[in-house]
């Protein structure tokens, strides 16, 4: 079945420091993939998407994800953290007509 | 302003009652979409409609029920057969039905069954 993991629970980051934030997916063929942030209590906004070209792609709030395919790999970064990027981070990929979701990365940022 | 309401933010329920999530956007969005969110668990497909009076079943439709009688309207009813509704339910929408495009989501009720 097409899935999509973050293994990592939750990651705590200095302010300035930079990010990465790790997902895997399994898929047949080159996928859609997304990454969404969420705030507490809130709806998830879309960071960026890729879907083919270019693997580096760039987002919002100066996010980028670079797609590996000889790692099933889509990771998240960011050169330098701000406290107000704390939130849950949610890798996605698009399976027929519908997004499978990873079960989330918690960032907390410490100062 | 365009975007997606999900009504009321927070719902109580007792143990055994049926209750509807409320979701209406005023995107002109084709496809809308339920997810249930647990701690830990990321979110999980309920339902989804591409078009008016069709929807299909996602993950984890068991228990729950919808309808989609109007393009802008979506509810969700939350059953008593549904052995453990306590979550955040997210609706979402997306222009057209291909997932190239972006999918906007609500900002959730969280139903707590008592």
């Known amino acids: 079945a097409q899935s999509v993991t973050q293994p990592d629970i939750h990651i705590t980051v200095s302010e300035g420091a930079s990010l990465e934030l790790r997902c895997n997916y399994s898929y047949g063929a080159t996928p859609y993939l997304f990454w969404y942030v969420q705030s507490p209590g809130q709806g998830l906004q879309l960071l960026l998407k890729y879907f083919s070209g270019d693997t580096l792609v760039q987002g919002i709030k100066g996010f980028e994800a670079e797609f590996k395919r000889s790692q099933s790999s889509f990771n998240l970064r960011k050169p330098s953290v701000h406290w107000s990027d704390a939130a849950e981070y949610f890798c996605?990929?698009?399976?027929?007509?519908?997004?499978?979701f990873g079960t989330g990365t918690r960032l907390l940022v410490s100062p | 302003d365009g975007g997606i309401t999900q009504s009321p933010k927070y719902l109580f329920r007792k143990e055994g009652q049926n209750v509807t999530l409320s979701c209406e956007q005023n995107l002109n969005h084709d496809a809308m979409y339920w997810y249930r969110q647990d701690p830990g668990q990321g979110l999980r497909l309920i339902y989804y409609?591409?078009?008016?009076?069709?929807?299909q079943k996602g993950d984890i439709a068991e228990g729950y029920s919808v309808s989609r009688e109007k393009k802008e309207s979506f509810p969700l009813t939350v059953t008593s057969a549904q052995k453990n509704p306590t979550a955040f339910y997210l609706c979402?929408?997306?222009?057209?039905?291909?997932?190239?495009?972006?999918?906007?989501f609500g900002p959730g009720t969280r139903l707590t069954v008592l």
């Open positions: 996605a990929g698009a399976h027929f007509q519908k997004l499978v």
């Open positions: 979402a929408s997306i222009s057209g039905t291909n997932l190239n495009n972006e999918q906007f």
């Open positions: 409609s591409q078009i008016v009076n069709d929807f």
